[in-house]
């Protein structure tokens, strides 16, 4: 029995198609337009499969949150989709209104509709069971007039929120292809990855850091965790290591100082697999200057990993048959510092292993040094995927599993009565 259904499990021809995507995009704040719409692009493929199959497809989605300056409507991110499905696109200023359940209605195959801001609803961002959702306004006012839930928005899933695990509790329930080429790459990394395993760990969340850490070696997942970022300078304090004012200032100050006990007690459990830097980059009258780990502290700020380093984890790079990449290992925004990012990133591109990059700042890099293609996959996932890492399961997909096995059990037990 398969643990999710996806889109080769149903047939669409005819049917309504309720399909909750994550079209959650950078908004400038000034003129409320979308800065990048790489969100809903990669969506559109799951969209244009469903509208070929014959779908009616009703579009749900969120961008920002209340109160906050991206908290937009969807009617921008529905003119983007239809430019990229090459067809026009139905949007309506309604969620689940009677305006919007006559949209639905109306419908014919083939044809899609985008319906407002799923956080314009009160209780969309409520916590809650499959079973307690199903229950909400926004469910019963629409699951009635949809035959399947296409859950396409791996990037939410960590949410348990309405319209993330609602509608599976009612309606038959398939992962759409982002959420199912998501998950795939990640069981690859995690349930039996080839080895050795390598996972570098960047970016500025030391605490994602030690829980990554701490998983994946506790699992033998992992064979060697590569520091880098604002958490390798962590890593570097809990192996006893004074960075100098300006950098411990900022630790302290971002509350990270907090986790060096944790980290501590997991390099001296696995000494031999985890990598601190062994060079810096620091910035002296805005200029690059490198400095060996044993010239700390120092008075300046560290912003990148240094040569040696680059070296020694580009060796550890080319022997790995998996690698998974969370968090830039510089400032990569600022010239000076993406070195220690590129190196790295190119040492990945030009490997044989399977690789897996994540994280916003980290796919931004591989976009702009062009190198996304000689990746294995690219998650624009944040949240979710975090989590998925830190071996912690989500509840968007833990619905989907739900909802197949409660079809399985039926389909099991029709057979029976017809035996």
Not at 133 to 139: A, D, G, I, M, T
């Amino acid at each position: 029995m398969p643990e999710f259904l996806t889109m080769d499990d149903f047939d669409f021809r005819g049917k309504t198609a309720l399909i909750r995507v994550d079209f959650n995009s950078p908004i400038d704040a000034q003129t409320k337009k979308i800065i990048d719409d790489t969100r809903i692009r990669m969506h559109g493929e799951t969209i244009r499969e469903l509208a070929k199959k014959g779908a009616r497809v009703v579009v749900l989605a969120h961008q920002g949150r209340p109160g906050e300056p991206d908290f937009v409507p969807l009617k921008e991110h529905a003119e983007i989709l239809g430019k990229v499905l090459g067809k026009p696109v139905k949007y309506i200023d309604d969620v689940y209104g009677e305006n919007a359940r006559k949209a639905v209605k109306k419908l014919n195959a083939g044809e899609v509709l985008v319906l407002e801001n799923v956080r314009t609803f009160p209780e969309e961002t409520t916590k809650g069971t499959p079973e307690e959702h199903s229950k909400r306004e926004l469910v019963q006012k629409l699951a009635p007039l949809a035959d399947v839930f296409v859950n396409d928005a791996f990037a939410a899933a960590h949410r348990a929120h309405v319209s993330i695990v609602g509608f599976t509790a009612l309606l038959p329930s398939v992962a759409g292809r982002i959420m199912e080429r998501e998950l795939k790459a990640l069981k690859k990394v995690l349930d039996a990855p080839e080895k050795p395993c390598v996972f570098i760990l960047g970016g500025a969340k030391a605490d994602d850091a030690l829980e990554i850490s701490r998983y994946v070696l506790d699992n033998n997942v992992a064979d060697h965790i590569l520091t880098g970022g604002v958490a390798g300078h962590v890593f570097l304090v809990a192996k006893g290591f004074n960075l100098g004012k300006p950098s411990m200032e900022f630790l302290e100050k971002k509350k990270l100082i907090g986790f060096v006990p944790g980290i501590r007690d997991l390099m001296e459990k696995y000494r031999r697999k985890v990598e601190v830097p062994i060079d810096l980059a620091i910035e002296i009258k805005k200029e690059r200057k490198e400095i060996e780990v044993n010239q700390l502290p120092s008075d300046y700020p560290i912003y990148d990993i240094g040569t040696e380093t680059i070296q020694k984890y580009s060796r550890i790079i080319r022997k790995a048959k998996s690698i998974v990449v969370s968090g830039p290992v510089g400032v990569f925004e600022n010239k000076e510092f993406r070195q220690g990012t590129k190196g790295i990133l190119e040492a990945i591109a030009t490997s044989k292993a399977f690789s897996l990059v994540g994280g916003g700042h980290t796919v931004a890099a591989v976009e702009e040094l062009r190198l996304a293609d000689k990746m294995s996959y690219v998650s624009t996932a944040g949240g979710a995927l975090i989590e998925f890492l830190m071996g912690k399961q989500l509840p968007g997909v833990a619905a989907l599993e739900k909802a197949s096995a409660r079809i399985w059990s039926i389909s099991f037990l029709e057979q029976a009565l017809s035996d």
